[in-house]
């Protein structure tokens, strides 16, 4: 007797956007669902995955040359941002536009470290290069060297690498040595003393940097200096007068991952953020586990990717934490190379994180609240319009594998439905990988509109407006036979829009074999 068989019904089951960030720690087998292998462009927001922004020229005209640092200058009633290049100038980079003549020139480098002061004389902005006499500016550059009251005495400023204020304190760290030098209180000139930490370092090397540590979470009897030496060595003083025993005295010793780069701190809230061989680590839970609890780091789930970036390009210029609260983000520049840099961003409130690309940027600042960075020619406004000056964005992802509810059956996939959120005619593309294989399965990207009328398209009291965001979700073929799939979505957006919310998945299921 013939044995009828019923056709395998088609199952539809919808995953989440990928809100868990990317995961560059787990397994693949053992991945949150919620989570990323990759995820580039694509921002975990609290509830969806948006598109990250573009950015504008803000200041252009520096032609051929690099911008490698950005400073920014807070007076009493007005501000200013100083750029500065590889060609050892020097331009006012406030004004959006063609920029100017160089305010300063004839300068070794453009690689900056700087502080602002604020004295009863004014506000200033100090910064050293380790190649040239410090720049003080006060809304006009001066020189160490042009005289009262900008002159330092005692130690070059053309040595040192770091400048840092600490209790009132100008402090400089002078390069190749274990020395850091300070001035009296509330002055941006006069007699240097030495403060020597070679007695105290066990590991010899030489300082790289000096922060303040707050660990009142704000500024006062908390306030303690964390100097770093280029072995990894965290030496922490407390009090305000390095010359007096009674007020100045050593905390302790640590060892932590070596620092990375000049620009290795970030205040970050109550605590300091330190870029190291083991990740971004929080200055308190770093002394705590002196490298025996690597989830201390606040870059653990990206672990292996920091390390793989320290690893072959832990020597470029370009390391840099930047905050930028206005859209929750912190972002740690990974200089790949000169002209093709990334950035690797945690969204602040969730902690969860994702790669940029297509931001050539040499280094970072915030600037009257709007994030900004330097590159080969211009100064670019971050995180601002839908494309990047003008051109394209493309993001794409690929989710946690998933077993979508059974791990012992196989299964046939065979469509696949990316939902978003949009203002525009995205391009998009869905697709499946199966069973732990993350070959690039794209193919060319399908170009989705949502319903109702597009802006400066339709015909003016005719046509029916649509929402902010609309809805689109578009089926797409997808391919594969396996226990487990990630969804993969790719789109290219220009001055648009897009939000992913979920993506549902088709498929039959097989037998266990």
């Known amino acids: 007797m013939a044995i009828s068989r019923r056709p395998q019904e088609a199952v539809v089951i919808s995953v989440p956007a990928p809100l868990g960030g990317w995961n560059a720690r787990d397994a693949l087998a053992n991945m949150d669902p919620a989570d990323a292998i990759s995820l580039e462009n694509w921002f975990p927001g609290t509830s969806n995955v948006q598109m990250r922004y573009g950015f504008s020229n803000h200041v252009t005209g520096i032609t051929g040359e690099q911008v490698q640092s950005l400073m920014v200058w807070n007076g009493a ?8 290049t590889d060609a050892g100038r020097m331009y006012n980079a406030g004004t959006a536009g063609a920029v100017g003549a160089a305010q300063v020139s004839s300068l070794s480098n453009g690689k900056w470290q700087y502080v602002n002061m604020s004295t009863t004389a004014g506000n200033y902005l100090i910064a050293v290069n380790g190649a040239d006499k410090a720049v003080i500016y006060n809304g006009t550059y001066h020189r160490d060297g042009d ?14 690498i770091n400048v840092n204020l600490h209790k009132n304190r100008l402090w400089f760290v002078q390069e190749n040595s274990l020395d850091a030098w300070y001035l009296p209180t509330s002055a941006i000139g006069g007699t240097a003393v030495k403060f020597s930490l070679n007695s105290i370092a066990q590991f010899g090397g030489a300082l790289v940097a000096m922060y303040t540590w707050t660990i009142d979470a704000g500024y006062g009897v908390d306030d303690m200096a964390a100097f770093l030496t280029s ?11 390095p010359a007096s025993a009674s007020t100045w005295a050593l905390v302790g010793v640590w060892h932590i991952g070596r620092p990375i780069g000049n620009r290795c701190g970030l205040k970050y809230g109550g ?9 971004v680590q929080p200055m308190s839970g770093a002394l705590q586990s002196s490298r025996t609890a690597p989830r201390v780091s606040i870059t653990d789930k990206i672990r292996k990717a920091v390390s793989d970036a320290v690893t072959m390009y832990g020597g470029n210029f370009g390391w840099e934490l930047i905050d930028f609260p206005q859209a ?3 972002y740690l520049n990974v200089p790949v190379v000169s002209g093709a840099q990334e950035q690797y961003v945690m969204n602040t409130i969730t902690k969860n994180w994702c ?17 900004y960075f330097g590159s080969l020619g211009f100064v670019g406004k971050a995180w601002d319009t839908y494309a990047d000056a003008g051109a394209s964005i493309t993001g794409t992802a690929i989710q946690a594998f998933n077993y979508l509810g059974n791990r012992s059956q196989q299964k046939q996939f065979t469509m696949i439905r990316p939902i978003f959120f949009t203002d525009g005619s995205p391009s998009v593309f869905g697709g499946v990988n199966v069973d732990f294989d993350t070959a690039d399965i794209s193919t060319t990207l399908q170009s989705v509109t949502p319903a109702g009328a597009l802006w400066d398209t339709a015909v003016w ?9 609309s809805p689109v979700a578009p089926w797409q ?6 226990y487990c799939c990630a969804p993969r979505v790719k789109a290219t957006v220009t001055a648009t829009r897009i939000q992913w919310a979920a993506s549902d998945i088709v498929f039959r299921r097989g037998g266990v074999l």
């Open 271 to 279: 605590d300091l953020l330190l870029i190291t061989q083991d990740g």
């Open 461 to 469: 009291d005719t046509a029916l407006w649509a929402p902010d965001l």
């Open 477 to 482: 073929g997808a391919q594969g036979v396996g």
């Open 77 to 84: 009633t007005s501000s200013q941002m100083i750029a500065a």
């Open 147 to 160: 005289g009262a009251p900008y002159d330092v005495a005692a130690v070059n400023t053309v040595d040192c």
């Open 355 to 371: 790669k940029f690309s297509g931001w050539d940027a040499n280094c970072f600042a915030v600037f009257d609240d709007d994030l």
């Open 328 to 330: 929750n983000q912190l």
């Open 231 to 241: 072995e990894g060595e965290v030496i922490v003083y407390r009090g305000s007068d």
